[in-house]
């Protein structure tokens, strides 16, 4: 018998597929890079998702000043 996928499921997949697409290209991008190259050392074991959602973090808090 077929599963059926219910469409909070495929909304999640869908959900997934965007944020590891737009962490690819925050990695990516010079800013990143560069934030990369001053943090820490600590900072460095951190996984790349953590690393990014600190960085998205740090940049926002920054520009709420």
């Known amino acids: 018998m077929a599963k059926i996928q219910a469409a909070s499921d495929r ?27 001053e943090s820490t050392a600590q900072l460095q074991e951190l996984r790349l998702e953590q690393q990014v959602q600190r960085y998205l973090r740090e940049t926002l808090e920054t520009l709420a000043y």
């Open 11 to 37: 909304q999640f997949s869908r959900d997934t597929e965007i944020w590891d697409n737009l962490k690819d290209a925050i990695a990516a991008s010079s800013g990143f890079q560069r934030w990369q190259l």
